[in-house]
């Protein structure tokens, strides 16, 4: 049975183009609007949740097997092919015939201690070291796929070495290094280490932590490791009782660990912060004795006294609302003190992409996805901003407020003169028409505003999905 036979109409994370699609195709010549530019060449790949069997369950969003949807730039040419990343969760359902783990809404499986939540690898996918890692937000085994065919080459599991990855692991490009986190339930709470560009474990050290937390991303410097540990915890009253519920502690500050690269657990350095919960990183670097943090997080409203509305954190998460700030945190390595300030307030953006090549060096422009103001309604991702982060001023553009933008790519230029010389590539929902495309966006200056210079029309839907990553054709060769 599949799963487009299902009355899933009602339910909204199975609907529209939520609906996962049941084909692995791969499309050539298909039909573009403008011109493709024959110095955008590379890889844009993009993770996300399509169920693979009729959930028998109470389906959350992310409970889908992951996904990958890539489109392969040659010289003017196009091409896009899918292929669901084969866990060892989704072959084990394949060979039962039928679905065998239940989902977040759900009490988990006991009867598996060993992955009560099915690891769906449906989050980030990154390249290291030649292939593509698809990997899962709340840590699991990696899976490694390649990069033209998208065959699922096996667990990355680094010879044993690993385990359990989260999916915002990062890629240094310069070194060839993957840095890693993972987080847990049960101690160790947090792991952090590198793999090496032969694919060998360098190092793992355990940070050490009061208890479970909920980290999503960390930063990376040319040095320097930032490690996440916000007030936004697993509530340990619940956990004691045998249940998960997700606690903002308002009276606790933002923790980052800032740790050299191949640091012990000893030399991680502490600095505390507003109490805020924040997703995805912009970037960080150095600058003189401090670390520069730059990222998204949530919005904190105040009650009358000034302190901060937990609760009204707590409802905008666990409905998967968006409220989100453009922010800076600086912490200075030699008098152990943060400052942190607002970059921009006024719109609300997320899911912040940049040249991966001044990821850990200081850039100047990030590109995120817009959302309405609020955001408290059912998704909408409805266009594309370009920043400008030493001012926080910023370029958009929206083909309109249903439209429905991904995480956006950037992929530099053949022979690149500038950070913001290069296009920005995403799938985008267009309602008018019914159908997925792939707009191209030329990032140069103001350009953006200009909307799509190119628009290749998909023969069918991609439905809407998580985190994406450009890979350029240069780094490709040098992988060979
Ligand atoms: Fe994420």
């Known amino acids: 049975m599949q799963i487009n036979d299902l009355p899933v109409h009602d339910i909204p994370a199975l609907s529209g183009n939520n609906a996962p699609v049941q084909q692995e195709d791969t499309f050539e010549n298909m039909t573009v609007m403008g011109q493709v530019p024959t110095d955008l060449n590379g890889l844009y790949v993009r993770n996300g949740p399509n169920?693979?069997?009729?959930?028998?369950?109470?389906?959350?969003?992310?409970?889908?097997?992951?996904?990958?949807?890539?489109?392969?730039?040659?010289?003017?040419?196009?091409?896009?092919?899918?292929?669901?990343?084969?866990t060892s969760a989704l072959q084990q359902e394949q060979s039962a015939g039928h679905s065998l783990w239940k989902g977040l809404k759900e009490p988990w499986n006991k009867d598996r201690p060993d992955e009560p939540l099915k690891n769906t690898a449906n989050t980030d996918v990154k390249y290291h070291a030649g292939r593509l890692i698809s990997m899962w937000y709340r840590s699991g085994m990696p899976y490694a796929v390649d990069p033209e065919t998208l065959e699922t080459l096996g667990q990355a599991d680094h010879e044993g070495a690993l385990s359990r990855i989260s999916a915002h692991s990062r890629p240094d490009e310069h070194t060839g290094e993957l840095l890693f986190f993972d987080?847990?339930?049960?101690?160790?709470?947090?792991?952090?280490?590198?793999?090496?560009?032969?694919?060998?474990?360098?190092?793992?050290?355990?940070?050490?932590?009061?208890?479970?937390?909920?980290?999503?991303?960390?930063?990376?410097?040319?040095?320097?490791?930032?490690?996440?540990?916000?007030?936004?915890?697993?509530?340990?009253?619940?956990?004691?009782?045998?249940?998960?519920?997700?606690?903002?502690?308002?009276?606790?500050?933002?923790?980052?660990?800032?740790?050299?690269?191949?640091?012990?657990?000893?030399?991680?350095?502490?600095?505390?912060?507003?109490?805020?919960?924040?997703?995805?990183?912009?970037?960080?670097?150095?600058?003189?004795?401090?670390?520069?943090?730059l990222g998204t997080p949530y919005r904190m409203h105040h009650d009358d006294q000034g302190r901060p509305d937990a609760r009204r954190l707590e409802r905008t998460i666990h409905l998967r609302?968006?409220?989100?700030?453009?922010?800076?945190?600086?912490?200075?390595?030699?008098?152990?003190?943060?400052?942190?300030?607002?970059?921009?307030?006024?719109?609300?953006t997320e899911f912040p992409v940049i040249?991966?090549?001044?990821?850990?060096?200081?850039?100047?422009?990030?590109?995120?996805?817009?959302?309405?103001?609020?955001?408290?309604?059912?998704?909408?991702?409805?266009?594309?901003?370009?920043?400008?982060?030493?001012?926080g001023g910023y370029i958009a553009f929206s083909a309109g407020p249903q439209y429905f933008?991904?995480?956006?790519?950037?992929?530099?230029?053949?022979?690149?003169?500038?950070?913001?010389?290069g296009y920005l590539v995403s799938f985008v929902w267009n309602p008018k028409d019914q159908r997925s495309e792939i707009q191209i966006f030329d990032c140069k200056d103001a350009r953006l505003a200009?909307?799509?210079?190119?628009?290749?029309?998909?023969?069918?839907?991609?439905?809407?999905?998580?985190?994406?990553?450009?890979?350029?054709?240069?780094?490709?060769?040098?992988?060979?």
């Open 183 to 293: 987080y847990d339930l049960k101690p160790p709470y947090m792991t952090y280490g590198v793999i090496g560009p032969d694919r060998q474990l360098r190092h793992k050290i355990e940070v050490p932590l009061g208890g479970p937390s909920l980290p999503h991303d960390m930063a990376v410097t040319e040095h320097y490791t930032i490690l996440h540990d916000f007030p936004l915890k697993p509530d340990p009253e619940a956990l004691a009782a045998g249940r998960y519920k997700v606690r903002f502690f308002e009276d606790q500050p933002s923790r980052f660990g800032v740790v050299p690269r191949y640091g012990q657990a000893n030399e991680i350095r502490w600095f505390t912060a507003k109490p805020t919960y924040m997703l995805h990183v912009v970037n960080a670097w150095e600058d003189g004795d401090e670390v520069v943090m």
């Open 51 to 86: 169920a693979y069997y009729p959930p028998e369950w109470r389906y959350h969003a992310y409970d889908g097997d992951g996904m990958l949807h890539a489109v392969r730039f040659q010289n003017g040419r196009v091409s896009y092919r899918n292929r669901w990343v084969q």
């Open 355 to 391: 040249n991966s090549l001044y990821q850990g060096r200081k850039n100047q422009f990030s590109y995120h996805v817009l959302f309405p103001q609020g955001g408290r309604e059912e998704p909408r991702f409805p266009g594309l901003v370009k920043y400008d982060l030493e001012t």
């Open 405 to 421: 933008y991904n995480e956006p790519g950037f992929a530099p230029r053949d022979n690149p003169q500038s950070e913001d010389d």
């Open 450 to 480: 200009q909307g799509p210079v190119a628009r290749v029309l998909l023969p069918r839907r991609v439905p809407h999905g998580f985190h994406a990553t450009f890979v350029s054709q240069q780094t490709m060769d040098r992988w060979k």
């Open 321 to 348: 609302q968006r409220d989100f700030l453009l922010y800076e945190w600086r912490f200075n390595l030699k008098t152990g003190q943060t400052h942190e300030r607002v970059i921009d307030d006024v719109l609300n």
